[in-house]
């Protein structure tokens, strides 16, 4: 910042100097008189009606968070709804099936018909023993209906959980490389597709990056199979 606010002053100095006394065989400018400031035209508004915080219109079904507190509840609240609607797919046989003895939650969706007004709540899944996204539909909490889609038709977003195992393995990998700068680094994964528009993977891929913080660039990078606990390909910039 000091060097930035020197540089700025010499500019501004030699400027003026040259202003004042111009350049050699030119003829002297004059001045002109400086522009009177002048008030921005009155701007009422009309805030009757607004909700705070301000809101999209027609947005429905906003929670505000007015704490880190109420944050941290809201989400435990939600934690607690998972794991009993997880407890009753592992209860249903064909749920169970369709999720094998392994399988990642990954989010609850609530949907309400617009016409009847009846609403109804999917629990989406990620099966590594079946390689499927499986899609659970409740009623009042009672499974109507349990769907399965093959990992290469789709997969739905990563969670937290998928991005720190992925990374973990990466870091692990990295390391027996030798390469211990990574464990001074930041990991961050997304869904990894197959290259030139290849679509999904068949089975749960992760592509993990590693480097000093959110705008730098990547140090580490790797494809990391979940399913198969597999480290596909890393790359080490030079």
Do not use: C
């Not at 002297?28 to 008030?39: D, H």
């Not at 941290?72 to 407890?87: N, Q, S, T, Y």
């Not at 789709?154 to 692990?172: G, H, V």
């Amino acid at each position: 910042m000091k060097r930035a606010l020197t540089i700025t002053l010499i500019i501004a100095w030699g400027f003026a100097t040259t202003a004042s006394t111009g350049l050699p065989g030119s003829q002297g400018i004059a001045s002109a008189a400086p522009t009177k400031a002048v008030a921005p035209p009155a701007h009422g508004h009309n805030h009757e009606g607004m909700t705070w915080p301000p809101q999209p219109r027609g947005i429905t079904n906003v929670v505000v968070h007015s704490s880190v507190e109420q944050e941290k509840i809201d989400r435990a609240i939600e934690g607690a709804r998972m794991d009993r609607l997880e407890r009753k797919a592992r209860t249903h046989p064909e749920a169970n099936r369709a999720l094998g003895n392994r399988s990642t939650r990954i989010t609850v969706i609530d949907r309400e018909d617009k016409t009847t007004g009846k609403k109804a709540t999917q629990m989406v899944f990620f099966s590594r023993d079946n390689n499927a996204t499986v899609e659970v539909e409740f009623d009042n909490e009672k499974i109507q209906a349990v769907r399965s889609i093959p990992a290469r038709e789709y997969q739905p977003e990563i969670t937290d959980e998928e991005i720190a195992e992925a990374a973990q393995l990466a870091r692990t990998h990295f390391l027996n490389q030798g390469l211990a700068r990574i464990a001074d680094l930041k990991a961050y994964g997304i869904l990894a597709y197959k290259p030139k528009g290849g679509g999904f993977f068949d089975t749960r891929v992760l592509y993990v990056s590693f480097q000093q913080h959110d705008d730098a660039l990547p140090e580490f990078e790797a494809l990391v199979d979940l399913t198969n606990q597999l480290i596909l390909k890393t790359r080490q910039e030079q």
